[in-house]
């Protein structure tokens, strides 16, 4: 008889996996771990005396992750039939698991306050890569030799048996801070809590901090009102509840062992002052920040915020290290009740083992167009890559697509949008449209002459083309001019319908111009801003939907693929939702929404 316990893990990371096949090696327990890309299954004998024992002891040393699920146990005369959990031996980029954890705050520990540690099932392991197959000799550590007491970890410990990036205090990475009168280095146990005690007490004396990390300089400091457009990082568990207002699985995502970055509603009257109503949101990700979030805890600061930098940022005091790293761009996660996808980034997402072999984001091929590999990656996701489906891909501009099982074909191409006409072409769309330009001149000179100043230097991120968020976000008079200030902006409406934005048509496609008309006249006539906002995305969603059903009905497919960042915004998920939540939609699964999604679609046409 055997005993059976199911966990849900809807990904193909292998993290979780191998790293209960280590606490089962040293428990000293029997067990097969088998896992396929719904789920990880465990499987004891039923009449196994350690299995209780290792069952209250596994609660305590797994990592949250947002892959995991429910659980369930059983008992089976045979066993399950899935594939064996295999280690996929690509080097990881996420938090650190509880043990190491513990481990680093224990004064007793080799590792204490040392924050570089890592196992071989959690930490930033990427960062030090620098070619396959990931061994040491092919990272940045080679340059460190390991000491007596890893050494014998490499071989005896279950959780770091021939870990690469081993290392401790005594043989690894030595930390220096610079001010302006001095330079000191960490190199014992004392000296490395003394700089994250130093570094803590700076900012909360409102002092700068730059701190080189495993993905990339962080400049941190006390918020202000001016810090909006940067990362809220909170430094306990309880602050978030105290802060933020969350539903379970947010409070869940941002805890896990990936540490996205979500944007979240503040609860707070402090955070609200600072940030308005929601804001940007990350828990403390690896070692430094780890660290230093327990020493701000113990100075009473339950957050502070940071901005992602380069090395020659100017900063009260800098935090650093010599050893080369190459850091990832961070992942932001967006959630809707149940459905759940990156957005962007690379961290936690990058490499990916797929059956095509390990694709990294940096094999991301700019000369394919982004729609094209974007729908071919979800379809092949979703193993639909031979069946019939229509696709919307929406970042800067919106594509309408179909796939026939062969190709996919751009079936309604966006119009060209060029800033530098715009208000020329506004006037010309009907009658009383130069009166509509006047006006909107008139009354909001200084947002002419920016929009006029910025016509050539606006963003071109889509295939050169400027970019019509921006310039939207600039008729709005938004802080964040930006796609994501829009999204923000739309979130503080607090009513239950927004009005209508104009998404009408030209030559069958989706008509920019139209669209600005609308939004301009709108802000004439004194609509606030944040109801303009919401009500973009909810008629964005009428038209897509009106279009994917016409399109579904012309030829016969059934599912419809989504990708491009902008889908990553609630009132216009919702509305999708709303309007074709019968129909098969398929989001990504393990890939961003946003452009690095198309690396897995481009093994499918070279």
Partial sequence: MYFVFQIEFNSNKTYIS???????????IEIEVLQNSEQIAIIAKKDDRKLEQFLLGLEEILPASIYLGRSRHSFMQKRPTLTTAQSDEIPHNIALCPTCQKEMFDVSSPRYYYPFTSCNHCGGQYPFLNNYP????????????????????????????????????????NVKMIDKKSERYANDKGSYKRLFEVSAKAISKRKTVLIKTLNGYRKFYKPTKES??????????????????????????????????????????????????????????EGTSILLARELLNLGLEYIVYKECDSQTQADFVVDFDIPISPQ??????????????????????????DRGVIDSSSNNKSVEEWRVSMLSVLAEHNHISRKAIGVHFNESLYFLYYNGKEVINVVPPNPFEADSMFEEIAK????????????????????????????GCPQPDNNKDDLFTITAIMLELEDESFEGISAKALEFMGKGGIQIDTHVNNNRFDNYAFLASVMSYKIAGVESSLICYSIFESFGDYISEIANQLMGKTGANSITFSGETFANQALFARVQRHLGMKRLLFPQNLPIGRECGVYGELFIF
């Fill in 228 to 285: 909006q457009n940067n990362i809220l990082m909170i430094t306990s568990a309880n602050a978030l509840n105290r802060h933020l207002m969350m539903v379970t699985q947010e409070f869940n995502s941002l805890l896990s062992i990936e540490r996205p970055i979500l944007r979240v509603s503040t609860k707070s009257d402090e955070l609200k002052e600072l940030f308005g109503s929601s804001t940007l949101v990350k828990y403390p990700d």
């Fill in 429 to 456: 769309l009907r009658e009383g449209s130069d009166r509509l330009v006047a006006n909107y001149k008139k009354h909001f000179q200084k947002i002419t002459k920016r929009l006029e100043s910025c016509r050539s």
């Fill in 329 to 354: 761009k961070d992942t932001k996660l967006f959630i809707n009740q149940d459905t759940k996808f990156f957005i962007n980034g690379e961290r936690g997402i990058f490499p990916l083992s797929t």
């Fill in 18 to 28: 191998s790293l209960i096949k280590a606490y089962a090696k040293a428990k000293e």
């Fill in 134 to 173: 990931f061994e040491r000799k092919n990272t940045t550590m080679r340059f460190l030799q390991p000491c007596k007491s890893c050494q014998s970890e490499l071989e005896s410990n279950p959780f770091r048996e021939n870990y690469p990036l081993i290392s401790c205090i005594e043989c690894g990475i």
